[in-house]
Nanobody, 127 residues
Framework: QVQLVESGGGSVQAGGSLRLSCAVFGYTYSNNCMGWFRQPPGKEREGVAA???????SYADSVKGRFTISQDNAKNTLYLQMNIVKPEDTAMYYC?????????????????????WGQGTQVTVSS
């Protein structure tokens, strides 16, 4: 059974940094898209960052230059390094994956619809 477990969220002041982690269990597909989406309070889910099987990445315009997605295949873990955070980054953050090869750009758009995602980790940025 596939299980994704996020961690690393918390409260941080604007301009600070956080590193989110997503441990993946029971997932054996080699061709897949993985990434992070978020849901701010009272708003729709939105893709934040995605990485495809070939290592290509894609980011939402709102986080480009501030967030970095990476993965450690040996540890089956996905990361999101969040730098220079802003109050508008406040949201519940989820990692998600799907055994499809979409390319990073399409993966980013489709993230909120993927079958496999975790319970989320809350990020709160104060001004």
């Amino acid at each position: 059974q596939v299980q994704l477990v996020e961690s690393g969220g918390g409260s941080v002041q604007a301009g600070g940094s956080l590193r989110l982690s997503c441990a993946v269990f029971g997932y054996t597909y080699s061709n897949n898209c993985m990434g992070w989406f978020r849901q701010p309070p009272g708003k729709e889910r939105e893709g934040v960052a995605a990485i495809d099987s070939d290592g290509s990445t894609s980011y939402a315009d709102s986080v480009k230059g501030r967030f970095t997605i990476s993965q450690d295949n040996a540890k089956n873990t996905l990361y999101l390094q969040m730098n220079i955070v802003k109050p508008e980054d406040t949201a519940m953050y989820y990692c998600a994956t799907e055994p499809v090869g979409l390319g990073a750009t399409m993966c980013l758009l489709r993230l909120p619809t993927f079958r496999y995602w975790g319970q989320g980790t809350q990020v709160t940025v104060s001004s």
